[in-house]
């Protein structure tokens, strides 16, 4: 029902910064809640950022707490995690994920859609 298209993602060394988009279709956007989770070689997925549809509320791991932000521009449906001050162990694949609903959601179990990863690798 909802698809979503990530971009974005790259080689980048340690310190600099990416910005991950995600582009969202099928149903009204700002009608979604919307997080990122990543998943590093060997682990499961990971917790990193959301926000409420509107967009005014965030909450982020404490892994990527005053480095990360997501943001989200609906007249584009599209969602972004910036990224900076990049760390080797912030080398992952990335996920947007999307759920109707308004509120803040952790848990991977709590999204039904899922963008298809975007491979991010930090060098030191």
């Known amino acids: 029902q909802v698809q979503l298209v990530e971009s974005g993602g790259g080689l980048v060394q340690a310190g600099g910064s990416l910005r991950l988009s995600c582009a969202a279709s099928g149903r009204a956007f700002s009608s979604n809640a919307m997080g990122w989770f990543r998943q590093a070689p060997g682990k499961e997925h990971e917790f990193v950022a959301a926000?409420?549809?509107?967009?005014?509320?965030?909450y982020y791991a404490d892994s990527v707490k005053g480095r990360f932000t997501i943001s989200r521009d609906n007249a584009k449906n599209t969602m972004y995690l910036q990224m900076n001050s990049l760390k080797p162990e912030d080398t992952a694949i990335y996920y947007c994920?999307?759920?109707?609903?308004?509120?803040?959601?952790?848990?991977?179990?709590?999204?039904?859609?899922w963008g298809q990863g975007s491979q991010v690798t930090v060098s030191s």
């Open positions: 926000c409420r549809w509107t967009g005014l509320t965030t």
């Open positions: 994920a999307a759920r109707h609903g308004s509120a803040i959601y952790t848990r991977k179990d709590e999204y039904n859609y």
